[in-house]
Each structure stands twice: as C-alpha cells, then as structure tokens.
C-alpha cells in the first residue's frame, strides 16, 4: 500500500510536484503518465526516499517515510530508468549482495528461477560492466524482485527492452501484483500503460489532473471508446487552454 499526502516538491524557486496525492493499493498496477517534466520522476524520487520533499507525507505499507526511512525503504523497490550496477560485481554477485543488504532468507534457492524469468541465466558469471543497457535494467528488477517488497516503483521501465522483454517484463509486473505487491509504474508508452495498469494518474505541472481507471478518466474526458492517448491530450491540452485564460 502506498499513500502520497499533499506531496510539494520544489528546485529552489521551481515547484516541480505541487500537492500532489494518491493511493495506490496491494493488486494493483497504477500507471504514471505526463508530458516531459510533468513530475513523474520527481514523484517517484520522493517516494524512494531520494529526494526530500518540501511538504507532504508519504507512507509505504502503513510507515511514514519521514517517521522510519529504514522501514519504509526496506519495504520499497526503486527501479530508475537508467539502472547503475556495480561494474566489477557479476549479475549472480549483485543478487547475492542484495540478498545480504536486505537479509533475504534463503536466497540462492531462488537466482534460478528469477535468473530464468529475467532472461538472465546465460549471463550468470559475467560482469555488469559487459552488460547491454537493457540487461542491466533487467539485472535492477531483477536485484529488486529478490526481496519481494510490497511497493515497487519503476520509472520508465521498458525503454531499452526489445519486444520478448517487453511481454516477459509486463508478464512479471503482472504476476507481482497479482501476488499483491503495490506496482507503480511511469511511463511514456501509452498504449502499454492503457494495456497493462489497473489505474492511471495524469501528472502535468505537477498536479494530478486525473486519475482512475480509463473508463472513469474517460467520462471526464475524450468520451468513451477513446484510447488512453485520446485522453491524455484532452486533458493536458485542456488543462493548458484553462491555463492560458482560454485563448
Ligand atoms: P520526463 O518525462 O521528461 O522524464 P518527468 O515527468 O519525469 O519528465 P521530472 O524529471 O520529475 O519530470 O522533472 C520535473 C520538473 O522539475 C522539470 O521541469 C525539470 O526541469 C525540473 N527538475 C528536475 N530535476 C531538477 C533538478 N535537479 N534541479 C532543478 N530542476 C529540476
């Protein structure tokens, strides 16, 4: 379960996030989308515990961020969109080194089968150093899915993959939230998001302009039988009509 509170995030004198709050609930996959610099990663920063945001709260599975980093963190996974692996560590080191940080009972019981799923066997014993850009996004999901947290965020996380990643990734995001995890997802690939997310906020400007399931966000936008791309630029346009007094 995550709960985001009145979340204002400022760059100096730049508000980047204003207000912004959501819910996002055990099951469900929730699809972050907004033009550039709408805030999304910003978004995911604070909840990461990265960044520190200038008002709000923020809870992960029932902790408070600001109350127990520690707790709240280790309930988390944070999967950026351009993951950095420890060059010298091999893909099997990386899961043993997050099995010790976390303390993961069991752990070499499970690298097969995750190592399988991620397509990662046949590179085993090599070093994240000699790894593609999307092998090494896979490594961070991977690294992240090995301690099975309840929240897991991933920013942007299909660019890069080719198309067998892709299904392989939307089927373990899939199974992760059927196994009740809470899945946040941002992305720009609409159609992926309108495919695979329960719920979907729209961010621009660092407000939430809207957010529910399609159809819901539909009636408030575009009309039914309108894709998720119909209604992004309904909304965001809209909204920057409104902005512009309506000129
Ligand atoms: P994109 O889709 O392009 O990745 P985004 O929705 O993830 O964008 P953010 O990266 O969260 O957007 O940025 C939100 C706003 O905050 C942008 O206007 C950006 O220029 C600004 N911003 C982000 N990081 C910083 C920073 N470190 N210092 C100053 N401004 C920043």
């Given at each position: 379960m995550l709960n985001v509170d009145r979340l204002t995030k400022k760059y100096g004198d730049f508000t980047?996030?204003?207000?912004l709050s959501f819910e996002a609930h055990p099951g469900e996959i929730l699809g972050l989308v907004g033009p550039n610099g709408a805030g999304k990663t910003t978004t995911l920063r604070c909840i990461a515990g990265i960044l520190k945001p200038q008002e709000g709260t923020i809870s992960i599975e029932g902790q408070r961020l600001a109350d127990d980093p520690v707790a709240a963190k280790r309930a988390l996974a944070y999967i950026p969109d351009t993951p950095h692996p420890?060059?010298?560590?091999?893909v099997v080191e990386h899961l043993r080194f997050t099995a010790l940080a976390y303390r993961v009972a069991d752990p070499e019981s499970r690298f097969d089968a995750l190592l399988e799923e991620l397509e990662l066997t046949e590179k085993r014993?090599?070093?994240?150093?000699?790894?593609?850009r999307g092998m090494r996004q896979k490594l961070a999901i991977a690294c992240a899915f090995?301690?099975?947290?309840g929240v897991i965020l991933f920013d942007?996380?299909?660019?890069?993959?080719d198309p067998r990643a892709i299904r392989t990734m939307r089927d373990s995001m899939r199974a992760r939230a059927d196994a009740g995890a809470t899945v946040l997802i941002s992305s720009h690939l609409l159609d992926l998001v309108e495919r695979l997310c329960d719920r979907i906020l729209v961010l621009h400007r660092g407000q939430a302009l809207a957010v529910g399931t399609l159809d819901e966000i539909r009636a408030t936008a575009a009309?039914?039988?309108?894709?998720l791309e119909e209604v992004f630029f309904d909304i965001t346009e809209r909204h920057d009509e409104e902005a512009n007094g309506g000129s």
């Open positions: 980047a996030v204003s207000g420890f060059d010298m560590l091999t014993d090599e070093l994240a150093s000699g790894l593609s090995l301690r099975d947290p942007e996380p299909l660019t890069g993959l009309g039914s039988g309108a894709s």
